[in-house]
């Protein structure tokens, strides 16, 4: 390779890099200074805002805590959408995924089997990516093999695996229901299936870790390994796929699966450790927010890792901000929804485009990968 050919590759490549990592950044600056703008409208000062809801999530070992909390089953889901982003694959259905594996999860971790933790905690996750898995695998089977919608099918299950919940705790009837609660909900789990707590006097439990280890894990499989190639290959171009040999069918079951499992672990380790019990309707939209978490990060498994991280310092200062300024927590939607808004509408696709004409294989490359 010449030099000149070396030094246009290295140019492409910081390029590309800058326009990935700024983007986001943009996009999340542009929607507070939007964000600012509706808060000072309303009457209300927005630094005082912000600050109040930065404290509120980083201000003390409580708060930070909590967000670490917070963030947990984000990063999973987020996680689950990012793998099936990268091979073409639109699993939008996390959510009911995530239901399916606190259900399995939660039975496992119900059942006195007399097992030490060690074992018990590793089965209640198993049973969690299990239950997330099986949940994927009609709407993989659907796509994979009947070019059926992913995005219709695993949207319309999200309600499914909602009510199926519903009936199993409910107080009445419900199969794991604990008869006579105000509330649905299961009995309380078995101690030996409860994750360790990370902080004396908090929330924070070992599940935070799990995720952090599952998103190097992750980024290594996808970026280093050959089914990562074939994977992100497949995103690309999947006709190109095929003529390379890659069974396009083969692997989008198994980035199904693969995703729903994660999903699932979302839900298990929300069970075993941080309610120790199965409620009806508890998740508040995590595996919605898995959606535009993935798409801040580009579906980059460490970029999962901060933008997940970022959601949840939202949520979690978003009661302090009401509570110092009276300000509705509900801003904190307004301001996902910008972001997500500007990086969609990509505050540098146009300079991406207008170097189209010059350098097409850096604006192909990125724009492919910001999808």
Request: glycine share 12%.
């Amino acid at each position: 390779m010449s030099a000149l050919a070396r030094g246009v590759t290295v140019r492409e490549m910081a390029t590309t890099t800058a326009y990935r990592l700024v983007t986001p950044v943009v996009s999340v600056l542009l929607a507070f200074v939007v964000s600012a703008i509706i808060v000072a409208l309303v009457g209300s000062d927005p630094v005082s805002a912000f600050g109040s809801m930065l404290g509120g999530a980083f201000g003390s070992q409580t708060a930070l805590a909590t967000t670490a909390v917070r963030m947990t089953p984000i990063l999973f889901t987020g996680l689950a959408v990012a793998v099936s982003f990268r091979a073409g694959v639109f699993n939008v259905g996390a959510e009911g995924q995530l239901y399916l594996g606190a259900a399995f999860a939660g039975i496992v971790a119900l059942v006195p089997l007399g097992l030490p933790a060690i074992i018990h905690i590793p089965l209640a996750l198993l049973a969690g990516f299990i239950g997330g898995a099986l949940w994927a695998l009609v709407p993989g089977y659907l796509r994979a093999y009947r070019g059926v919608s992913e995005v219709v099918t695993t949207l319309m299950l999200n309600f499914v695996a909602i009510q199926l919940v519903s009936w199993l705790v409910d107080p009445l009837n419900g199969p794991i229901g604990e008869r006579g609660a105000s509330y649905a909900q299961s009995e309380v789990i078995q101690s030996s299936a409860k994750l360790p707590i990370l902080l004396k006097g908090t929330s924070l439990h070992a599940g935070l870790l799990l995720g952090i280890g599952l998103a190097v894990l992750l980024w290594v499989l996808i970026g280093y390994t050959r089914t990562g190639f074939r994977m992100r290959m497949l995103g690309a171009n999947p006709v190109a796929a095929r003529f390379a040999g890659v069974r396009s069918a083969r692997e989008i079951m198994r980035v199904m699966l693969l995703s729903g499992g994660i999903a699932g672990l979302a839900g298990a380790i929300e069970v075993i450790g941080l309610r120790y019990r199965v409620y009806d309707h508890f998740s508040p939209g995590y595996g919605y927010d898995g959606i535009a978490v993935a798409l801040l990060a580009n579906s980059n498994p460490l970029g999962v890792l901060m933008s997940s991280g970022f959601f949840a310092a939202l949520r979690a200062g978003a009661n302090s901000m009401q509570q110092a300024t009276g300000i509705e927590t509900s801003v904190v939607l307004v301001i996902q929804a910008l972001t997500i808004l500007f990086l969609i509408l990509g505050p540098l696709r146009g300079w991406v485009g207008a170097r189209a004409a010059r350098e097409p294989r850096l604006a192909q490359d990125s724009l492919v990968d910001a999808a």
